[in-house]
Structures are given as structure tokens and as C-alpha cells.
């Protein structure tokens, strides 16, 4: 089993920062953490559905998508996690509500008693009979599905989330998208147990204080290189790629990216990406066996 990256000597300022401001946690490896690392170990490469897998009589950020997930072997659904005027976090994509909702506005203007009254629509533009979900909700539906959501934040704190998180008892529920090495040590000054996707430079992510042990590195929206995932792992790190933009029903695109050892793709397309992996059955095979060695 390959070490995580030796951990460097922060800045004096850094540390006082870190020391001030740490909350009483150890820096543990996480739960999803070990699941990723089983991962990397075992050669597995797992599937995130982005926007939670949406496609015909399926929305964007749904309960219905994230829960079909877990069907088709897909472990993550990447979602996004939206607040209310009124404080209630809800998932949505967009900062508008007209394109996938019946509703119309900003999703910064909207208090939560009109929102809870729109219907989704699917990407073909049929509503569906179903809500926009809170985050609660979701939480709760990924949990029993046996699905993990990895948390996109639009115009939410870090704050906010992270609270919401330790509230609902979340942290082995989620992984938190970090889109900076700033936002990354926010997040870990917050809660050093959560699992991160933060941006591809392990050196700066440890100087600022980012506890390595809980974090997969975002290669981007890119097929990913053999070369560079393996550099990676002999640091002991795992990474993601997005295939989003580049789907076009092709197998074998989801079949080379794999072959490269990327711990994690996201995806569109759950159903070709699920199927040219080896199916459901395969894909939840290995998911079991990084379960069983992760607890």
C-alpha cells in the first residue's frame, strides 16, 4: 500500500491560522477516502453521475436519478447543492429555475414555499411528476440507494454546507467539490474528515494545510493519461477525470479512459458508461469489495 504524499512544513502564518481555527477532529483517513483507495489498489475504476445521471423521464439533481444509479452499478451522483433566500438548501444546477423546473427566477431570489411547488422537467422538456429536492432529502435517498453524493456548491458557504453536513450526520454520505486550493482549505479548516475533489497540485493543497489523507485530485474535463494517473499513485493519490462533454454513445471512450487506472469519470451517459465497463454486475461487485475493505 503506497504512503500519501509526505506532508510539508506550512508557513507560520498557515499554522496559527490552522491552530486557531481547527475544529476538535483528528485528520483521519475517511470512509470515502478508503473507498477510493481501495480503488486505486485494486485497479477499479468507479463511475459519478453528473448532475445526478439525467436523460429522457430523468431530470437534472433528482431523487428518481440518483437512485437509479445505484441499479447501474454507478456509485457517485454529483449534485448541486443550491440555498433559498430563505435558507433551505436544495439541489439545482442552474442559476435560473426556468430550464429545468416549471418555475421561473433567480435561485438566490427564491424563497423555498414557491420553489417546493414546481415540477421537474427532463432534459426533453417533459415535466415530470417530481419535486426539486432538498438536500436532506437527497442525503437521505442516496443513503438507503447505497449511493454516495459528491456536493457541487452554487451560491452556498462553505460554512453553510459543512454544517448542514455534520447536522444530518452526512460526512460519510458525500464528498465536497473544491474548485480551489483556497476553497480545499476552507473546507478542511472546517472539517478535516471530509472528503474532498480538489484541483490537480498535491504540493499546494499541502501547504495549505489540506489533509491529503481525504482528498482525489480533478485531472478536469479531459480523457485522461496513463501516465499521469500512475505518478499520481505512486504518491499514494487518487484522481477523477469528466467525460461530460465528450460523450457521443461511444463505448470505448469510457473503456480507454478506465484503462488508464482514473479512480473516478463522470459522466453523462450512466446508462453506455455503465454498460462498457462491464454492467452492473461487475461495477457493484467492485463497489462491494471496496466497501468490505473500507469498514
Avoid at 453521475?49 to 433528482?62: D, L
Amino acid at each position: 500500500m503506497y504512503s500519501k504524499l509526505t506532508r510539508v512544513t506550512a508557513g507560520l502564518a498557515a499554522l496559527a491560522f490552522a491552530t486557531a481555527c481547527t475544529p476538535e477532529t483528528s485528520n483521519e483517513m475517511a470512509y470515502q477516502a478508503r473507498l477510493m483507495e481501495c480503488a486505486r489498489e485494486n485497479g477499479f475504476t468507479m463511475l459519478a453521475a453528473h448532475r445526478a445521471g439525467f436523460g429522457p423521464g430523468y431530470a437534472e439533481n433528482a431523487i428518481s436519478s440518483i437512485t437509479r444509479n445505484a441499479s447501474l452499478g454507478v456509485l457517485y451522483a454529483e449534485v448541486d447543492v443550491a440555498e433559498s433566500v430563505d435558507g433551505v438548501l436544495y439541489l439545482m444546477h442552474d442559476w435560473t429555475l426556468d430550464r429545468t423546473t416549471t418555475g421561473t427566477g433567480e435561485i438566490r431570489e427564491a424563497e423555498w414555499s414557491y420553489i417546493e411547488t414546481l415540477s421537474l422537467v427532463d432534459p426533453d422538456g417533459q415535466t415530470l411528476e417530481e419535486g426539486v429536492p432538498t438536500l436532506d432529502s437527497a442525503i437521505s435517498a442516496a443513503r438507503e440507494a447505497g449511493v454516495y453524493l459528491n456536493l457541487d456548491l452554487k451560491n452556498v458557504s462553505e460554512e453553510t454546507l459543512v454544517a448542514a453536513i455534520e447536522r444530518l450526520d452526512a460526512a460519510d454520505q458525500v464528498i465536497v467539490i473544491a474548485y480551489s486550493v483556497e476553497d480545499a482549505a476552507r473546507l478542511h479548516t472546517l472539517n478535516p474528515n471530509l472528503v474532498l475533489s480538489a484541483p490537480n497540485d498535491p504540493e499546494a493543497l499541502d501547504a495549505a494545510g489540506v489533509n491529503l489523507d481525504n482528498v482525489y485530485l480533478w485531472l478536469g474535463v479531459v480523457e485522461p493519461g496513463a501516465a499521469e494517473d500512475q505518478a499520481l499513485a505512486e504518491q499514494g493519490l487518487e484522481a477523477a477525470a469528466g467525460l461530460f462533454p465528450l460523450e457521443v454513445g461511444d463505448p470505448a471512450l469510457y473503456r480507454t479512459a478506465a484503462s488508464t487506472g482514473v479512480e473516478v469519470l463522470s459522466i453523462d451517459d450512466v446508462l453506455t458508461g455503465s454498460s462498457a465497463l462491464g454492467g452492473p454486475d461487475v461495477l457493484s461487485a467492485q463497489i462491494q469489495t471496496c466497501r468490505n475493505a473500507a469498514d
